[in-house]
């Protein structure tokens, strides 16, 4: 099975400008230490590794100090209480019916209203007005019927 010939992917174009850069690095720092002696070569990386560990032991030393005060402060993260719908004791079933009756005769009047012209255009003229006006009372009348079982 042949593979077909792709275009080189974005890490491998990356890679190759990483690399690119090195080298240009590579060779300027060649270019200005050419004519520098052993002895100054080795004076100069002794400076670097020095400056490098100091620099790191100082950071590895602050982490446990008092010099970062906010950023060690703990705090802890309690979850929220999910608690079931509270509802008064005298709620009975009354209140269920008398809703839904309500939700049942405007649904009755708002199909009442598609069946002429001009209640269709004073159907139309209300959902513009009242954008998600419907599907509020969908979710209304659905949360009653998961709130009341019965």
Not at 60 to 85: E, M, Q
Not at 99 to 119: I, M, Y
Request: charged residues 20%; proline residues 5%.
């Amino acid at each position: 099975m042949k593979k077909k010939s792709r275009s080189p992917s974005v890490l491998s174009t990356i890679s190759g400008k990483v690399t690119e850069v090195q080298r240009n690095c590579l060779n300027f720092l060649n270019r200005k230490t050419r004519s520098w002696t052993q002895r100054q070569q080795k004076c100069f990386l002794f400076t670097v590794c020095l400056v490098m560990g100091g620099l790191s032991t100082l950071t590895l030393s602050g982490i446990n100090s008092n010099a970062y005060p906010g950023s060690t402060k703990t705090f802890t993260i309690v979850a929220p209480v999910i608690r079931s719908p509270i509802s008064p004791n005298d709620i009975t079933g009354n209140i269920y019916y008398t809703d839904t009756l309500v939700f049942n005769r405007f649904r009755k009047a708002l199909d009442s209203l598609q069946q002429t012209p001009e209640g269709r255009k004073a159907y139309e003229d209300f959902v513009l007005q009242h954008p998600g006006f419907l599907d509020s009372l969908s979710n209304a009348e659905d949360l009653i019927k998961k709130t009341f079982h019965y």
